[in-house]
């Protein structure tokens, strides 16, 4: 099945629909979301994304990163890619939105108006291993040293979404 993005404007205005890989080579601007999760001790849910992703396979990102559907919200498809690759529902609140664009390699760009979630999670994860490889929570200070010491295990995206994720708390 083919999986569509909305591309849109920086002002968010709904400029059409692109298939994602398509969207993703000719580096253009469409929406986006991702999930930052925390357990209790405050420590940051990484996933590891599925050996069989077309980009990024095999590298640390956050909880969840996706593409609204038309029709979508952003808070409906972060739920919803919540529920389809980790298995679980969380009571998820914006916090804030901005533009980015990202070599991830092999000819493709991730060009995002990314609008940034954060929730807390405890339970057990359901994760479909087509997506997700293993989930792993870890503290913001080992986290940035793992960064720091080993970039290329992390998604391009995720290092600069973290960046700004710091600049606002």
């Given at each position: 099945m083919e999986e569509f993005v909305v591309l849109v404007t920086p002002e968010d205005e709904?400029?059409?629909l692109m298939e994602k890989q398509q969207a993703h080579i000719n580096g253009l601007l469409?929406?986006?979301f991702s999930?930052?999760?925390f357990n209790s001790k405050g420590e940051m849910l990484l996933q590891k994304r599925a050996s069989g992703k077309y980009h990024s396979p095999?590298?640390?990102t956050n909880a969840v990163c996706s593409h609204p559907r038309e029709g979508e919200t952003y808070l409906e498809g972060a739920n919803r890619r919540l529920k389809e690759e980790l298995g679980i529902e969380a009571d998820l609140s914006e916090k804030f939105n901005f533009i980015y664009k990202a070599d991830v390699g092999k000819g493709l760009w991730e060009h995002e108006l990314d609008y940034v979630f954060i929730g807390n999670h405890e339970d057990e994860f359901q994760l479909n291993k087509d997506e997700v490889k293993e989930v792993r929570y870890i503290s913001m200070a080992d986290l940035?040293?793992?960064i720091m010491n080993s970039p290329e295990?992390?998604?391009e995206w995720f290092k600069i979404i973290l960046e700004e994720y710091k600049h606002h708390f």
């Open positions: 709904v400029l059409g469409h929406r986006a999930v930052f999760l095999n590298q640390w940035d040293t793992e295990n992390f998604t």
